[in-house]
């Protein structure tokens, strides 16, 4: 079983809709949790952290689900601008200092 | 301020040759590591290099071997090239010896196609 799991998509949805990925991770000892955003033939770059709590930024909404170990990543109101990779990356204590990222999932918004 | 530096953006090699890809960490970053995104995957972790020695490394064969600089630029290198070397190679840099995850910055990385 892989460390981190993604449906891969695609996902297309219309402007100003919502949509939400999923992603799951096999080892209950992770720590760090993170969504990532990667353009098309362009490096990953850091989207945000996911906290225990929940955390938004803008349009974005994260959350991790511990007991069922998921991460989820919700954004509102989705731009054209938003069509990108969106990767679940999780690191613990087991993979040391190694990024364990998921394969994206795959988000085109259409006009 | 600069970011990660990577060079050459792309390259072309023969199976059986070797290739040196190179890095540049962001200004003030100490840690380099490297990954590599196959088409279609999410990138997979090759190692780590941490005060010019290797700290970390993953599920990779020797053919993969690197090298940390004072300066603490970085060069991945790969011998005897397959096909399924063909991939984008990240390099990523952090600061405070890589102790921070939510410090990590890519590079735009080498795409490296092997024929």
């Known amino acids: 079983r892989k460390e981190v799991e993604q449906d891969p998509g695609p996902f297309n949805v219309p402007e100003g809709a919502t949509v939400a990925f999923n992603c799951t991770y096999s080892?209950?000892?992770?720590?760090?949790f993170f969504w990532y955003r990667q353009d098309c033939r362009k490096e990953p770059k850091l989207l945000m952290s996911?906290?225990?709590s929940g955390n938004e930024d803008g349009r974005f909404t994260a959350q991790l689900n511990r007991a069922s170990q998921y991460i989820s990543l919700l954004i509102r109101d989705s731009k054209l601008s938003d069509s990108a990779t969106y990767l679940c990356?999780?690191?613990?204590?087991?993979?040391?200092?190694?990024?364990?990222f998921g394969k994206g999932t795959s988000l085109l918004v259409t006009p | 301020d600069a970011g990660v530096t990577q060079s050459p953006t792309h390259l072309i090699k023969t199976r059986g040759q070797q290739v040196t890809l190179r890095c540049s960490p962001k200004?003030?970053?100490?840690?380099v590591s490297w990954y590599q995104q196959a088409l279609g995957q999410g990138p997979q972790f090759i190692f780590q290099?941490?005060?010019?020695?290797?700290?970390q490394r993953g599920n990779f064969p020797d053919r993969f071997s690197g090298h940390q600089f004072p300066n603490y630029s970085s060069e991945l290198n790969v011998n005897a090239l397959l096909l399924g070397d063909s991939a984008l190679y990240l390099c990523?840099?952090?600061?405070?010896?890589?102790?921070?995850?939510?410090?990590?910055?890519f590079g735009s990385g080498t795409r490296l196609t092997v024929v």
């Open positions: 080892n209950s000892a992770s720590q760090s």
């Open positions: 996911v906290y225990s």
């Open positions: 290099y941490y005060e010019e020695e290797e700290r």
């Open positions: 990523a840099s952090s600061p405070l010896g890589g102790a921070d995850n939510y410090g990590y910055t």
């Open positions: 990356v999780v690191n613990g204590p087991n993979s040391g200092y190694a990024l364990n």
């Open positions: 200004s003030g970053h100490d840690t």
